[in-house]
């Protein structure tokens, strides 16, 4: 699949509007839509934004081969094998910070890989709006996105 129809689908997967992406990503809405339509091509630091906003990798937005949409459970599934209980023999460089990481992965109980699947597998919005209600900070969050947060949690305490 073309990069720009990717982002596009996964943007509108995500329920984010076009220049509320473009802002998060630091592009212009311009710029961001002629990546869309497929004239212009991500660069450097704008596809590691776009990437970590729409939840998914860099390789994954580059790769035109890969499918959509982006295999997180998959992935989930090669990082944490619920049926071994040793580490499995991968010949890769890995920095302390991804060794860390992966040892985090495997140790983690059934209950919150199941948590983590969900979390990698849910709307962005999703994931931003619990993390707000439970008082994590939430990177690049604007008084419009604040505003509805608290709009909506407001609607779920009347239920």
Same mark, same amino acid.
């Given at each position: 699949?073309?990069?720009?129809?990717?982002?596009?689908?996964?943007?509108?997967?995500?329920?984010?509007?076009?220049?509320?992406?473009?802002?998060?990503?630091?592009?212009?809405?311009?710029?961001?839509?002629?990546?869309?339509?497929?004239?212009?091509?991500?660069?450097?630091?704008?596809?590691?934004?776009?990437?970590?906003?729409?939840?998914?990798?860099?390789?994954?937005?580059?790769?035109?081969?890969?499918?959509?949409?982006?295999?997180? =459970?998959? +992935? &989930?599934?090669?990082?944490?094998?619920?049926? !071994?209980? /040793?580490? @499995?023999?991968?010949?890769? $460089?890995?920095?302390?910070?991804?060794?860390?990481?992966?040892?985090?992965?495997?140790?983690?109980?059934?209950?919150? =890989?199941? +948590? &983590?699947?969900?979390?990698?597998?849910?709307? !962005?919005? /999703?994931? @931003?709006?619990?993390?707000? $209600?439970?008082?994590?900070?939430?990177?690049?969050?604007?008084?419009?996105?604040?505003?509805?947060?608290?709009?909506?949690?407001?609607? &779920?305490?009347?239920?």
């Amino acid at each position: 699949m073309e990069i720009g129809r990717k982002i596009l689908n996964l943007r509108k997967e995500r329920n984010l509007a076009q220049r509320t992406l473009a802002h998060d990503a630091e592009v212009t809405p311009s710029a961001l839509s002629r990546i869309e339509a497929g004239i212009h091509t991500p660069k450097g630091p704008a596809v590691l934004q776009l990437a970590r906003i729409l939840g998914t990798t860099a390789d994954y937005v580059l790769d035109e081969s890969a499918p959509y949409p982006p295999p997180a =459970r998959e +992935l &989930l599934a090669n990082l944490v094998d619920e049926s !071994r209980s /040793e580490p @499995r023999e991968i010949s890769a $460089v890995l920095s302390e910070r991804e060794e860390r990481l992966l040892t985090s992965l495997r140790s983690l109980d059934v209950e919150r =890989r199941r +948590l &983590l699947e969900a979390a990698l597998t849910a709307p !962005r919005d /999703e994931v @931003r709006f619990t993390a707000w $209600v439970a008082g994590a900070v939430v990177p690049g969050l604007d008084d419009a996105e604040r505003e509805r947060f608290r709009f909506r949690a407001r609607e &779920l305490g009347d239920r």
